[in-house]
């Protein structure tokens, strides 16, 4: 059985692009392998202190000298492009304690911003995704 010149050469081209598609790949997950903690507030009554960080595809969380907690996964390119807006805190819910927010996607361009929120609890030491208090702002 003989294979058409046109099928080898595409199998070849296809091979290469892998090649280079994977590297990339491998070469932005090492360039955003973490980024500094940012220091929060999670509760000034409670003296609660937090770090939120970017480690490789997630965003992470540490509070005081607890174990780090993975929030959720992240684009990293995304990080790259608002790392500067990437986490808020905020007390939504008017409890005592700030949630904190991860950038989840943008929208329009860039002009709005969307965020997954996370609470946090005082019994557990943990925090939980909120859906419904997802949202978007405008820059």
């Known amino acids: 059985m003989k294979i058409p010149f046109m099928t080898i050469a595409i199998a070849i081209l296809l091979s290469a692009c892998n090649s280079v598609k994977s590297s990339a790949t491998n070469e932005l997950t090492s360039t955003f392998a973490s980024s ?4 929060v507030v999670i509760s000034n ?3 609660l202190r937090a770090a ?9 969380v540490r509070v005081g000298e607890q174990s780090e907690q993975i929030l959720t996964g992240i ?4 990080y790259q492009d608002y790392s500067s807006v990437f986490f808020r805190t905020h007390d939504l819910d008017r409890d005592g304690l700030s949630e904190v927010a991860v950038l ?4 329009f361009g860039g002009v709005n911003l969307c965020y997954d929120v996370f609470h946090y609890h005082l019994t557990s030491g943990k925090f939980t995704r909120r859906l419904e208090n997802f949202y ?3 820059r």
Do not use: D
Not at 52 to 60: D, I, L, P, R
Not at 75 to 78: G, H, K, R, T
Not at 104 to 107: E, G, H, I, P
């Open 75 to 78: 684009n990293p390119m995304l």
């Open 52 to 60: 939120v960080y970017v480690a490789g595809e997630s965003a992470m």
């Open 45 to 47: 009554q409670r003296n």
């Open 136 to 138: 978007c702002t405008g």
């Open 104 to 107: 989840a996607s943008t929208s």
């Open 36 to 39: 500094e903690p940012k220091p």
